[in-house]
């Protein structure tokens, strides 16, 4: 392929609540280190909200904002609910030759990771890119 070499992506993946806005934070600070783009997975609205569609509408609504507010270049993909996130993660990061994935991280328990499988895990082992994995801050009373 011929022409200037395009920006590092930096691939995250976002869900409206605290762990996925540490994500979004992490993952802007990322693109602008490495003067590239942010591709935003926005998981919301697939199967976490009663009201899907509503619910994934105005968490985009937010989500642009405040992609515009920080002033660095963006795409934003809401993935159908065909897939888990883990797969779609990987797959668009191997599409978009990814420089690095940005998730964020819950505690769950044992029942809860044999049960519901780790996402994380999947992610970390199968990314064919670095993988930042953060925890959101905790709640201060």
Do not use: W
């Not at 979004?24 to 693109?31: P, S, T, V, Y």
């Not at 507010?69 to 963006?74: D, F, V």
């Not at 609910?81 to 991280?105: H, K, N, R």
């Amino acid at each position: 392929m011929t022409g200037a070499p395009m920006s590092p992506t930096v691939v995250v993946g976002f869900i409206p609540n605290e762990q996925g806005q540490t994500a979004l934070e992490h993952g802007i600070a990322e693109a602008r280190l490495r003067g590239g783009r942010l591709l935003v997975i926005n998981s919301a609205g697939t199967d976490a909200f009663a009201d899907a569609r509503r619910a994934g509408e105005e968490d985009l609504t937010g989500l642009r904002t405040q992609l515009e507010a920080a002033g660095i270049e963006y795409e934003i993909r809401q993935p159908g609910s065909q897939q888990s996130p883990s797969e779609t993660l990987v797959e668009v990061a191997e599409e978009v030759d990814a420089a690095l994935i940005v998730i964020g991280l819950r505690h769950r328990s044992l029942v809860g990771k044999l049960i519901m499988g780790s996402n994380a895990q999947r992610i970390l082992l199968d990314a064919p890119c670095p993988v930042l994995a953060v925890k959101a801050a905790p709640a201060s009373h």
